[in-house]
């Protein structure tokens, strides 16, 4: 079994934008610039922003935080991605899901213009991407895909399971590994809360993502000897022999299903810090222009 190194491979990517801003900066232009919104005090919300801003730092990135109160209306957050959406100096920018409940998350997303969704949750660049166009991809999946590409993992005719088909990873991740070229080419099964005999898909898979938010929900006895697993969950439970009481685990029971699979994700050290170097990367190329003129 090989662990499928995030923290490494994140690193890796962040030394290569960093070389190539250093590069752009020196022939006088302009340093990419990523700007974050977050609304109120969800604490692991202020853990991935505070990433993301620490990652910018790394890469040379400049990048602004934009804090508001719980409080905040929807029309006075339409007017800040409005005033993000006329900023020049602003290549891309996020605002951090989840919202306050009295906030139309859907409503936030369409607001952005999509040239500069570095999150890739506009529907403009969802289309783009299913019909294979230049899109900002959605950067969970994204940083998904550049796991499989640098560990260089086969994956033209393999059968791949994902489970869980959220807008932003499950069913993206599906069409991703669908798609004419590599990392792609896979027969795709996208399970859900209403799959019929779960465990059974998952055991035909040679390649399996899981995208669910239920702590250790995939068991070993579901996955078949050399499988491929990518585990996206991010759960916090609770763990006495810990200072802090809890540790964090994946969606993906680790210890019963490292031992039979040929590489896996570990939680943490995995697919989330991808994420964020996958928001890099789509940020270098807006500012870039490489995907929109
Ligand atoms: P979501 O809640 O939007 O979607 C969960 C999906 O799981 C749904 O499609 C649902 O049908 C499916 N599901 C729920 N119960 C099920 C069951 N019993 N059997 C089969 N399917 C079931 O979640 P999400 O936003 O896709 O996130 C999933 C997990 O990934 C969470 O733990 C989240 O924290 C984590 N996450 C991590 C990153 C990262 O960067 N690593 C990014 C996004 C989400």
Partial sequence: MQLLDGKLLSENIKSELAAEVDQMVAKGAKRPHLAAVLVGENAASQVYVQSKIRSCEQVGFKSTLIRQE????????????????????????????????????????????????????????????????????????????????????????????????????????????????????????????????????????????????????????????GAVVIDVGINRIEDASRKSGTRLVGDVDFEAVAPKCSHITPVPGGVGLMTVAALMMNTLKACKKEIYQ
């Fill in 70 to 225: 719980a409080d905040i209306t929807e029309a006075e957050l339409l007017k800040i991605v409005d005033q993000l959406n006329q900023d020049p100096d602003v290549d891309g920018f996020i605002v951090q899901l989840p919202l306050p409940k009295h906030i139309d998350e859907e409503r936030i997303t369409l607001a952005i213009d999509h040239r500069k969704d570095v999150d890739g949750f506009h529907p403009i660049n969802f289309g783009r991407m299913a019909q294979g166009l230049p899109a900002f991809l959605p950067a969970t999946p994204y940083g998904i895909l550049e796991i499989l590409r640098r560990y260089n993992i086969e994956t033209a005719g393999k059968h791949c399971v994902v489970v869980g088909r959220s807008n932003i990873v499950g069913t993206p991740m599906s069409i991703l590994l669908s798609r004419k070229g590599y990392p792609g080419d896979c027969t795709v099964t996208l399970t859900h809360s209403r799959t019929k005999d779960l465990p059974g898909e998952v055991r035909r898979a040679d390649i399996i993502v899981a995208a669910i938010g239920i702590p250790q929900f995939i068991k070993g006895d579901w996955v078949k000897d």
